[in-house]
């Protein structure tokens, strides 16, 4: 009998290890599906996480939020959604796929990129609509095309954009590549880019700030290294890191 129970108890402690982290652990695996536009902070703060919380590991999936959103509703596996607007995190809500209350980790606001020297002379919107000027914009559906219309429609500005873009970054690249003489894309994507590109400022742009919404997902399997993780971005810590690549505090 003795035998047989530790023959049980050595099979149970084998499966525990072969199952993840315990209760109550914050380490394992964390996979985090966010918006293209933290790519640069949310993977400085994922190295900071680790070095935090030895054994974690965080595996990001960076894309525009409204495919994340529905790549999450047809049940992809993931343990955190960061998105770039109320709206995407609704479609994921709304699913009754996120197992606590949104909360706003950021916010964020557009400028137009334009190239070093910004030699189609791009001062405002308006100058957008000049005739000649190629401009990229990201897709309505995604947070940064909603936030580009919000913006144009304040300054009355109508224009047909040369491409449109699946998410933030792809727009940014046109710039850089010099397919296009400016794009609309959020502050901290020039910043990090500030190498190759410079930001134009407008006021329109105040009418258009986007809430970056966070959430630990239902059907994580490590929901505490998603709750741990949610915690560090949300820290004093995490805020730093998310100041200094340009984002704005969330409202208190």
């Known amino acids: 009998m003795r035998a047989a129970l530790a023959a049980v108890a050595v099979l149970t402690l084998g499966l525990a290890g072969c199952g993840g982290e315990p ?22 703060l994922g190295k900071d996480f680790e070095a935090a919380h030895p054994g974690a590991t965080v595996t990001f999936n960076f894309a525009g939020s409204s495919a994340l959103a529905t790549q999450i509703t047809q049940g992809a596996p993931a343990d955190v959604f960061a998105a770039a607007s109320p709206a995407t995190m609704k479609t994921v809500t709304d699913a009754g796929d996120a197992a606590d209350t949104p909360v706003t980790l950021a916010r964020n606001q557009l400028v137009i990129a334009v190239p070093k020297g910004n030699s189609a002379r791009v001062a405002g919107l308006a100058d957008l609509t000049r005739p000649g000027v190629k401009v990229a914009l990201c897709a309505e559906q995604v947070p940064c095309g909603a936030a580009a219309r919000k913006a144009l429609d304040a300054a009355g500005a109508r224009l047909t954009p040369a491409t449109l873009e699946q998410d933030v970054k792809g727009a940014l690249a046109k710039v850089k590549l010099g397919e296009v003489d400016a794009a609309l894309v959020y502050r901290t994507d020039v910043r990090a880019a500030a190498a190759d590109l410079d930001a134009v400022e407008f006021p329109e742009s105040a009418d258009a700030i986007n809430d970056y919404p966070i959430v630990v997902l239902k059907r994580t399997g490590n929901p505490a290294g998603a709750r741990a993780f949610v915690d560090f971005v949300r820290s004093e810590a995490g805020r730093a890191v998310l100041t200094a690549a340009g984002f704005q505090a969330p409202p208190a």
């Open 23 to 44: 209760a109550g652990s914050d380490g394992g695996r964390v996979t985090v599906f966010a918006a293209a536009s933290l790519t640069e902070s949310f993977t400085r």
